[in-house]
């Protein structure tokens, strides 16, 4: 028999950690050192379980990047001690979250996997449980062939689907598959068995284990829809202090060929403002090179997201400008598939 795996269960706030007091019939937060005796089935699992909590639990509408250096901070503290970890999170902001911890942690070789709930884990028809169970089983699976963690990402597990974290998107506010990744397959398939879906799986190259929690946050997301004014943008781009832009464009990364617009970016870009274009789109990605009105973002200095997730796209941006200020290094880094968050 192998050694029995280690997981520790970090808990932000969320759903998933709620059960109805029976007093006020509100909400609580569990207490997570006793969270076998509301999931009796992880102790049945071989596999040892500890478990921190953020004190107090916060809302995932309330998370801000000091809440993902905390959550980074205690993986690197217990990196060696523990085989895997679980981060229990609300799942408005989840997808944020997974996307910046994979940027944040640097040669990665255990599992972390983030998950939650559309329902308290105390009520009868709660995903929660399973989501839970699967979640930490997961984070215990190693290949039997060399030993090593069969995860070695940033991942969600949701909906009976592990995803590559900086791959993930909240789809839905009711249904159980919530978590969505649309530009790529599961990294794992819950059925009766895991099904690990090998070639999907992020291959690190070998290097030491290592965080980066500078995050800049003036940073602005700007959709672009039809008959949107130009001042808009134009106010937008002429605050002093912004750093960067992320655009959500139309198709394949099309917005308004217009002249006055042109000449916005332009000066946005002169100031050394980095802009960087998604699409509006959640399957396919950003081709510059396709329609002179995306044409036109190329010749402004606006850089091509590729099948970029917003949220990837996002928290990648708040990472490389809070890192440096060499704009053709942020260049060349969004264009990069650095953690697996871009089809190249």
Excluded at 13 to 19: L, Q
Excluded at 247 to 259: E, I, L, R, V, Y
Aim: proline letters at 5%.
């Amino acid at each position: 028999m192998g050694k029995k795996r280690s997981i520790l269960i970090i808990y932000t706030g969320g759903t998933i950690g709620s059960v109805h007091d029976p007093l006020t019939g509100s909400l609580v937060p569990i207490d997570f050192s006793q969270i076998t005796s509301h999931v009796p089935e992880l102790s049945r699992a071989g596999i040892s379980i500890d478990a921190v909590s953020f004190n107090p639990p916060i809302d995932s509408s309330n998370v801000n990047p000091s809440h993902w250096s905390k959550i980074a901070k205690i993986v690197e503290k217990h990196h060696d001690k523990y085989d895997g970890f679980v981060v229990l999170h609300g799942t408005d902001t989840m997808a944020y979250t997974a996307s910046a911890l994979s940027f944040m942690m640097d040669g990665l070789k255990k599992p972390v996997i983030l998950t939650g709930s559309q329902l308290p884990i105390g009520m009868p028809r709660t995903d929660g449980r399973e989501n839970l169970l699967s979640a930490v089983m997961l984070a215990a699976h190693f290949d039997e062939n060399n030993g090593v963690p069969t995860v070695q990402e940033v991942a969600v597990y949701f909906g009976s689907q592990l995803l590559r974290g900086n791959r993930t998107h909240k789809q839905s506010a009711q249904s159980f598959n919530a978590i969505v990744s649309p530009n790529y397959p599961s990294l794992v398939d819950a059925g009766v068995d895991f099904k690990i879906n090998k070639h999907a799986l992020y291959v690190r190259k070998d290097r030491p284990f290592k965080l980066n929690t500078r995050f800049e946050s003036k940073v602005a997301w700007l959709p672009f829809f039809p008959g949107m004014s130009v001042e808009l943008v134009e106010r937008l781009l002429d605050w002093e202090e912004l750093r960067g832009v992320v655009f959500g464009t139309f198709g394949s990364g099309n917005a308004p060929d217009n002249p006055i617009l042109k000449e916005v970016l332009l000066r946005a870009s002169e100031r050394g403002v980095v802009m960087v274009n998604i699409s509006q789109c959640e399957h396919g990605g950003v081709h510059q090179e396709k329609y002179a009105t995306s044409i036109m973002l190329a010749d402004c200095g606006v850089i091509p997201g590729g099948d970029m997730t917003n949220e990837s796209a996002i928290t990648k941006l708040m990472m490389l400008l809070g890192s440096t200020d060499d704009r053709e290094l942020i260049r060349k880094a969004i264009l990069s598939n650095l953690r697996g968050e871009l089809s190249v």
